[in-house]
Nanobody, 124 residues
């Protein structure tokens, strides 16, 4: 079907920057909204940002002005540029994609696919 693979996580000091990438591959017909979510230890998964195929974006209040979501439709890839990172940004970051894909029978179906996540740790 469709696979999403995140990359770019790691350890960064407070005030630093990281850029996450999420590439979708497989039997893709088209991708509508793509998004980034995060889950801190012991907490629920929260929305970080979303971007539609046309480029309109939506951000959680906690990241507005610091994070920027973008996408390359030709590469089926979504990015998250994270600046001015804070310790409270520490979490596993996962991407998702509302995808129209080819089923095994050749029909086009819709489903939200998720990546496995990448850990971002903000600490001195």
């Amino acid at each position: 079907q469709v696979q999403l693979v995140e990359s770019g996580g790691g350890l960064v000091q407070p005030g630093g920057s990281l850029r996450l990438s999420c590439a979708a591959s497989g039997s893709i017909f088209s991708i509508n909204t793509m998004g980034w979510y995060r889950q801190a230890p012991g907490k629920q998964r929260d929305l970080v940002a979303t971007i539609r195929s046309g480029g309109s974006t939506n951000y959680a209040d906690s990241v507005k002005g610091r994070f920027t979501i973008s996408r390359d439709n030709a590469k089926n890839t979504v990015y998250l540029q994270m600046n001015s990172l804070k310790p409270e940004d520490t979490a596993v970051y996962s991407c998702n994609a509302y995808t129209n894909y080819y089923s095994d029978s050749g029909q086009i179906r819709a489903m939200v696919f998720w990546g496995k996540g990448t850990l971002v740790t903000v600490s001195s």
